[in-house]
């Protein structure tokens, strides 16, 4: 069974950081692209982040590019993203998810809020 | 950046009845597009991908359709489980976008 458990989520001061965590597991995690999605309290599903499955290219949203950085261990089976310079605007659950047309698989999402 | 503009912004439906979801790509995607459906409190599923395809597990009385830059769901007859916010996304570009939703509620 295909299960994504994000971690690291929590409440931080604006222009703060935070590193989320993603425990990949029933699958073999260096085989897959993977992304991060964000949606704000009660708003739609914004797209964050990508990284190939090889780490070696990634893609961002230009709201967050800049600030933010994924990266991912395949040895650990282990999505993470760096969170810098955190805004009021970044407060939001965020979601780890598998990239295969579309996104087929998302974790239960962790929270992030910004707020001082 | 590819705008996904989804509608109508609500759909009010009795159960048994049929609902259709539209979504509009403002240039064209192929057919590199998903559907999902997130209940409150959720994460979102996987519904359609390819425009067309039905993701494992999913009822038949889904159905997606369309290709280049107009797509639309299709619940054929809707069930109490069904009435849910529905999301498309395209991946065909970066950066990859989400329409606003499709609320579907109890008429």
């Known amino acids: 069974e295909v299960q994504l458990v994000e971690s690291g989520g929590g409440l931080v001061q604006p222009g703060g950081s935070l590193r989320l965590s993603c425990a990949a597991s029933g699958f073999t995690f260096s085989d897959y692209w993977m992304h991060w999605v964000r949606q704000a309290p009660g708003k739609g599903l914004e797209w964050v982040s990508h990284?190939?499955?090889?780490?070696?290219?990634?893609n961002y949203a230009d709201s967050v590019k800049g600030r933010f950085t994924i990266s991912r261990d395949n040895a650990k089976n282990t999505l993470y993203l760096q969170m810098n310079s955190l805004r009021v605007e970044d407060t939001a659950v965020y979601y780890c998810?598998?990239?295969?047309?579309?996104?087929?698989?998302w974790g239960p999402g962790t929270l992030v809020t910004v707020s001082s | 950046e590819i705008v996904m503009t989804q509608s109508p912004a609500t759909l009010s439906v009795s159960p048994g009845e049929r609902a259709t979801l539209s979504c509009r790509a403002s240039q064209s995607l192929s057919s590199n597009l998903a559907w999902y459906q997130q209940k409150p409190g959720q994460a979102p599923r996987l519904l359609v991908y390819g425009a067309s395809t039905r993701a494992t597990a999913i009822p038949a009385r889904f159905s997606g359709s369309g290709s280049g830059t107009d797509f639309t769901l299709t619940i054929s007859s809707l069930q109490s489980e069904d009435f849910a916010i529905y999301y498309c996304?395209?991946?065909?570009?970066?950066?990859?976008?989400f329409g606003q939703g499709t609320k579907v509620e109890i008429k």
């Open positions: 996304q395209q991946y065909d570009t970066w950066p990859r976008t």
């Open positions: 998810t598998r990239d295969l047309l579309g996104i087929d698989y």
């Open positions: 990284i190939y499955s090889d780490g070696g290219t990634t």
